[in-house]
């Protein structure tokens, strides 16, 4: 038997990645009576027949899955915004950073359309934004400056999908389908065949299918554009914060959520500039929300 990675399913038939190929592949029948729920990126064992035909034989444990998109063993996600129309959407970025840090997920950064700026003789407004931006890659996210039009900056994303399954996120406008047409020039021509098998039947993975590219595998959905906080504690929500950790310890009170206690050191590093204002804006706008959801569960 072979390991692979569940691309996509429809009517029963299923097609795996492994060794460097596509397998269709059916269920066998104790699959049928556990009524075994499949989802896009689930690691199962094969085991292979004729030609590019197989069985799944084994599901194995899944390390994480998100819900929209559904998805599981996701590695990383990229966050494409794009430097300029839309401008980047902080809020949102920061929201798409708590959801999958939450569930081990490596977010990176992707700025596309970086040539765009020079082309409308925008450059007193994109270096604003360069600089709004530039903040997450003090913070220790990876981060990444890209020209989906005219290749700057896609080697270094080749070398992050290496080996890795990837999710992308972001709002509508940034570039993200032509980002991997970029990435994998003639994709639509190499699996055409493939693609137009796969539109008979029922969806069983909801719309969700990873697709090879470069030498990964990215997911090839809307992605999320919006975002609910995942459930937590209210004092949970700092650490999705690391520019908090330096200075909390020196809070007045143990338990701070740094929000309308006296003498918090985390206040008093947002007003000396040490952190971003607006990312702090954002943590108070998101504290309230997990209040509420608090009160309502």
Sequence with gaps: ????ILLKGYSGFYYVYAEGRVWECSLRGRFRIKEQEFLTGDRVQILPGTGNKATIEKVEERRN????PTIANVDQAFLVFALLSPRPDLNLLDRLLIQVSEVGIKPIIIINKVDQAEEQGSTATSENAVTSLDY?????YDFVKVSARTGQGLAEVREHLKGKVTVLAGPSGVGKSSLVNALEPGFELKTGEISRKMKRGRHTTRHVELMVCGEGLIADTPGFSSLYLPKMKREELSFFFPEFADVSGKCR??????????DCAVKAAVESGQIEKTRYDHYCLFLEEVIAAERRY
Excluded: D, N
Aim: glycine share 8%; proline share 4%.
């Design 1 to 4: 038997m072979i390991v692979g």
């Design 65 to 68: 899955s998100l819900v929209r």
């Design 136 to 140: 997450y890659k003090k913070l220790g």
């Design 253 to 262: 009170f143990t338990s701070c959520l740094h929000h309308k206690e006296p």
